[in-house]
């Protein structure tokens, strides 16, 4: 049964969520910034510093708070998106997927049969959810999330096959590697104006399907305009970024 609090719940009900970004391996970030109020927190193991472990850490910290859980796995390592849905996140974000044969892999990782291909040992996300294992089993296709990284002009080709993978949930946009793909390296241009129509057309692609619009931001006005465009989970505030903005201001206060 799909609990009404769940993140794929409402994101399936058309709520919009605003996650933040962790990319340092400092479990306990987590928990503040969902005590500060964020609905989610993605832990970046792509680009970020997370190790497995710190991960593992975060998650738990994170269920101190009303914050849902979302992992960015390294590219191409499905194994770490079984591993993280064990340990308690909710969504699995998954770079760089640029045909259907990287999607089936994605979707086999994170479903169980017959769905996909996952295999059975979710002991922890059990204990964080306070389930136990047959309910997990019952509702684990249903809640959690994968969502296909779309950021190459193969994947803008593939989208609609991807979306129709059974157990892809939607997409999630990155912006930069999408500018840098489509200009063949010359230009990184997350916000420019090409970049951006290319989004509202991902964005409108996948809900004709059905499925859920994620992004990365750059800015609140990006939350803002990828929300009309039908995005759902919007990316905001990476850590080192409002770390050092809060201390620039504390310092600059004090001057
Ligand atoms: C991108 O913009 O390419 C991303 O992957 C966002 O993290
Ligand atoms: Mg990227």
């Known amino acids: ?17 605003v996650t933040a970004w962790a990319s340092l391996a400092v479990p306990i970030l987590a928990e503040l910034l969902g005590r500060s109020g964020y609905p989610a927190v993605t832990f970046d193991m ?7 472990g710190a991960v593992r850490e975060g998650l738990s910290f994170l269920s101190l708070t009303d914050a849902h859980k ?3 796995i390294p590219v191409g390592e499905m194994s770490t998106a079984s591993r993280a849905l064990d340990i ?14 990287d999607a089936r892999a994605f979707a086999d990782a994170m479903k169980y049969p017959p769905v996909g291909k996952r295999s059975w040992g979710p002991h922890r996300a059990a204990m964080l959810n306070g389930q136990a294992l047959p309910d997990y089993l019952a509702s684990a296709n249903n809640e959690t999330v994968a969502l296909a990284m779309i950021e190459t002009p193969e994947a803008i080709a593939a989208l609609d096959d991807i979306l129709d993978v059974p157990g892809i949930d939607g997409i999630f946009v990155g912006p930069s590697d999408m500018s840098l793909t489509l ?13 951006i129509e290319v989004c509202a057309e991902l964005a409108e692609r996948t809900r004709a399907k059905g499925k859920i619009a994620g992004i990365f931001c750059m800015s609140p006005e990006r939350v803002h305009e990828s929300r009309k465009q039908g995005y759902r989970l919007m990316a905001y505030g990476f850590d080192v970024s409002l770390f050092m903005g809060a201390a620039t201001a504390a310092i600059d206060a004090c001057r």
């Open 46 to 52: 792509q680009h970020g510093q997370h190790d497995f």
């Open 88 to 101: 308690g996140a909710e969504c699995v974000i998954a770079p760089m997927i640029n045909s259907v044969e």
């Open 70 to 72: 979302i992992v960015r």
């Open 183 to 195: 200009s063949n390296g010359a230009k990184l241009d997350p916000n420019g104006e090409k970049t």
């Open 1 to 17: 049964m799909t609990s009404p609090k769940s993140l794929a719940a409402k994101l399936r009900a058309d709520e919009s969520i």
